[in-house]
């Protein structure tokens, strides 16, 4: 893995040597040859091509800025998402909580010979 980094830094040099600004395009940057560093760096996710390109670069291609704030709407969109899905787990929870308190309720409520039976029935139900 090591070579395959150093291989794709040199390749960066070496396009960094031959780049010519009226291709519009961003040059690749060196990997960091830390693996924690290599985790988190962002700039494997994007994508950037190495061919001359046609017409007006886009936005999401040419600027950092632009970049930053799709991957902080991404992330905000997954937040939303996991608040949904924490909702729903929350009204699972107090669903689940509402039926025991209300078989234990019952059973309080039962003579003591025949608690069993009831616990048991009502305990099948699906309130």
């Given at each position: ?14 396009l ?11 040059l ?15 700039t494997?996710f994007?994508d ?5 390109s ?16 799709i991957?902080?709407?991404?992330k905000?969109d ?5 608040q ?7 009204d ?7 039926r ?15 608690c069993?039976c009831?616990?048991?029935?009502i ?5």
């Open positions: 893995m090591m070579s395959a980094i150093r291989k794709f830094n040199d390749y960066c040099l070496h960094k040597e031959l780049y010519d600004p009226s291709y519009a395009i961003p690749p940057t060196p990997l960091p040859t830390k693996l924690a560093e290599l985790c988190n760096d962002q494997l994007e950037v091509w190495i061919t001359r046609q017409g007006e670069i886009p936005l999401w291609l040419k600027d950092c800025e632009v970049r930053s704030g991957r902080a709407l991404l905000l997954r937040c939303h998402e996991e949904l899905r924490l909702g729903m787990e929350a699972n929870l107090c669903r689940w909580y509402g025991e308190l209300c078989v234990v309720e019952f059973a309080l409520r039962l003579p003591q010979r025949k069993y009831a616990v048991a029935f305990g099948d139900m699906n309130l």
